[in-house]
Every structure is written in C-alpha cells, then in structure tokens.
C-alpha cells in the first residue's frame, strides 16, 4: 500500500513540474467574479510568445494562397470561465435554469478533463496548440487539431472537402467538423457533439443540441483571432457571439523549440488516482 502511495505521488509531482514550463498568464491570477472556494492554479513564467513589432508583422501564406494558421498557437478558446474568457459580463451567458444549477453545484476537481478525457470546443488551456493541413492532389482535403495536452492523446479532424454533416451522427467528444474559406478567414461548423465535456473548469455545461461555429482569422504575424458562435437551445435561451485572441509561440529549443511537446496521459493514471477520481464520474449532465 504504501509503494502505491509513493508511486501516484511522484506521478503527480511529475505532472505539475513537466507543465510548470508551459503554464501561461491564462492560469495564473484570480480575476475578479471568479467563483470562491475553487482550485487556484499558479503563475510559473509562461509560454513564450511572439510580442512587440515583430508580432505586429505580415501574415504569412500557404503555397496555395491560403493564409497560413498553423502555429503552434497559445489561447484562443475558454478554459476557467467561458463567459468571461470569451469577452461576456458576469451573468450574461444566458444558461437556462437547470443548466446554471448544474454549473453553481459542479466541483473543479471534478472536471472530466483532469481524468484524462478530452477537452473538445471551444476548450483551450494555458499549453500550446497547432492546425495541421493535410494535402493531396485535389489540395487542402483535412484540417487536424492538435493538442499539446489536454486532449487525452486524440486529434480533432475539420472536413475541408465540401462534405455535409451527416443525418445520423453518433454524438462524440469532438463533434463532426466541416470547413471552408471566407476569403482570409477559415470557418468551422461543428454539430454532433456528446454532452460530457465542460466548457470550462467552472463545469459550464452543454447539451447534444450544441452547434458552434468558429472563424479564425489572423490578423498579424503574431495574433489569432476565433469569432465564435455558441448555439445551445437545450442549454441557452439565445445564441451567443464571444471573442477569444490567440498568441503565436515563440521559438525556444528550451521549451520546445517554439512546437508542441511530447504529453501522454494515461486511463486510470496514478495522478488521477491519487486525486481521487473515478473513471465514468464528472462527466454527465445529470
């Protein structure tokens, strides 16, 4: 009993010191409104970004024209609070009753995301993140989502093809994700989701009604810009427009060389065992 003790122990400190190196000014400080009572996470240096007039440089291009999105990028989505990460007041994200009590009674040591389980959209966190375009003869047929941490080892793939939705989609973590070009601005439609994953470690909930639309435009060499549509009338009285900024990371071969890091996590892991989780817990609506 005690080797297991000593074990899940040295698994968790391992974790929190292979992500010190990342964890960015999106984890750090309270904000004001932030709910009391819940896991404070610690300011510890950063992600490294591109700043100043070198951020403030030209757009780059893809050889097929195309403004290049790829990155690694840092933020661009929600992670303590999507209502205020995403530019709404305090009590402006219009969650209906039962959707607000259940958010108000969720713990954040009991999101599903801790337990190795993914993050789906718009869910980002303090690590960086990349597009990966995939091509053939035809030209750009798939867009790939990567993670550096947070999506339990999965991708998420976009359809850039010309495919629909299909009518009988099996709902999944990530959804089913079409896109296309809007000039210099790719658009995102994305139906099919579950409703296991949290919007946020406020435990912000969702239903299988969830239908998001992301455009992602860049706006300069350093700045990522995710005009995001959040539509949920399972779990929301109206539509919701919000606004998340992402920042290009800079190189730096002491973090990675400005690329995504090697992060792998695993089922039932001694973490999340010593932190008391259990598989299948955390995870739904009721």
Not at 92 to 117: F, G, I, M, S, V
Request: hydrophobic content about 35%; proline content about 8%; aromatic content about 8%.
């Amino acid at each position: 009993m005690r080797r297991i003790v000593v074990i899940a122990m040295c698994a968790a400190l391992s974790v929190f010191f292979s992500a010190s190196s990342r964890v960015g000014a999106q984890s750090g400080v309270p904000q004001p409104g932030q709910p009391q009572g819940r896991v404070q996470q610690v300011q510890t240096g950063g992600s490294p970004l591109v700043t100043g007039p070198e951020a403030q440089g030209p757009v780059p291009r893809l050889p097929d024209g195309h403004v290049d999105l790829t990155g690694p990028w840092v933020g661009g989505g929600s992670n303590a609070d999507i209502e205020r990460d995403g530019g709404l007041k305090p009590g402006e994200l219009p969650l209906l009753p039962w959707a607000k009590e259940l958010r108000d009674k969720r713990r954040e040591q009991d999101e599903p995301y801790t337990a190795c389980l993914p993050m789906s959209v718009p869910r980002v966190n303090p690590y960086p993140w990349k597009f990966a375009m995939s091509y053939t003869a035809k030209g750009l047929t798939h867009i790939y989502v990567l993670h550096e941490t947070g999506d339990a080892g999965a991708h998420r793939v976009v359809f850039m093809d010309g495919r629909k939705h299909p009518d009988d989609l099996l709902p999944t973590w990530w959804g089913h994700s079409i896109g296309h070009w809007e000039g210099d601005t790719l658009v995102i439609d994305t139906v099919g989701y579950n409703d296991k994953f949290w919007f946020d470690s406020r435990g912000t909930p969702h239903t299988e009604k969830l239908h998001t639309i992301e455009r992602w435009t860049r706006i300069n060499y350093g700045t990522l810009v995710n005009d995001f549509t959040l539509d949920d009338p399972g779990a929301l009285s109206h539509v919701v427009h919000m606004k998340f900024t992402a920042k290009l990371l800079k190189p730096n071969l002491k973090v990675g060389g400005g690329e995504l890091m090697e992060f792998i996590c695993l089922e039932d892991n001694e973490y999340g065992s010593a932190g008391g989780f259990r598989p299948g817990t955390g995870t739904s609506n009721k």
